[in-house]
């Protein structure tokens, strides 16, 4: 089966800074990866995924992830940060069965905050 | 617009007290699934929905009741909440199965359980 592990729960950064969110996945074979957004009050808005091709993917507002096999991670990275990307921040990993019954795994999210 | 509606978006009950919560998307999705969200522990899968008339266990199934008689409807019932339930639900809708497709969220019920 498959799991997700964000090993950091609550991140603060300063307005302009960099970000990265750290993921870590486990399956034998080759997973589906996605970073979705929880904004306060909101459900979760897809930012990215990988299945398959470039190892660096590009997502909405300026967010990027790199998936590196060997490090089973999927790390998301903005250069820039803004106010509005305050919100809590989910990995999950799925992956692709013959029965149909394809499940995604969640992390336990990242909750960010933003300092001027 | 394209989008997921689940109602209500927050619910006070009793213990015992059956509830249901709803759940409709406009997309034509095949694939539907329930979510409860606690602090600490993310999203876990209670029930899912390959088709009409085809539902089957998430992770956390206990407590929890679905039915797919319509396409685009897919909701949640509690037939006697307990207050383990209290938490943030939320309905999901993707084209092709959760695992491998990008899902379309609703805004979430906050549901609490007294």
């Known amino acids: 089966a498959q799991s997700v592990t964000q090993p950091d729960i609550h991140i603060t950064v300063s307005e302009g800074a960099s970000l990265e969110l750290r993921c870590n996945y486990s399956?034998?074979?080759?997973?589906?990866l996605f970073w979705y957004v929880q904004s306060p009050g909101q459900g979760l808005q897809l930012l990215l995924k990988y299945f398959s091709g470039d190892t660096l993917v590009q997502g909405i507002k300026g967010f990027e992830a790199e998936f590196k096999r060997s490090q089973s991670s999927f790390n998301l990275r903005k250069p820039s940060v803004h106010w509005s990307d305050a919100a809590e921040y989910f990995c999950a990993v799925g992956a692709e069965t013959n029965f149909g019954n394809e499940k995604l795994t969640f992390g336990t999210g990242t909750r960010l905050t933003i300092i001027p | 617009e394209a989008q997921v509606t689940q109602n209500p978006r927050y619910l006070i009950t009793v213990t015992g007290k059956k509830l249901t919560v709803t759940c409709s998307q406009n997309m034509n999705h095949e694939y539907m699934s329930w979510y409860r969200q606690d602090p600490g522990l993310g999203l876990r899968q209670i029930y899912y929905s390959m088709n009409v008339e085809v539902t089957d266990k998430g992770d956390v199934p206990e407590g929890y009741k679905v039915s797919r008689k319509e396409k685009r409807n897919f909701p949640l019932i509690l037939e006697s909440p307990s207050p383990n339930q209290t938490s943030l639900y939320f309905c999901?809708?993707?084209?092709?199965?959760?695992?491998?497709?990008?899902?379309?969220f609703g805004n979430g019920t906050r549901l609490t359980v007294t």
């Open positions: 999901a809708s993707s084209f092709e199965p959760s695992g491998v497709s990008p899902l379309h």
């Open positions: 399956y034998g074979a080759t997973p589906y």
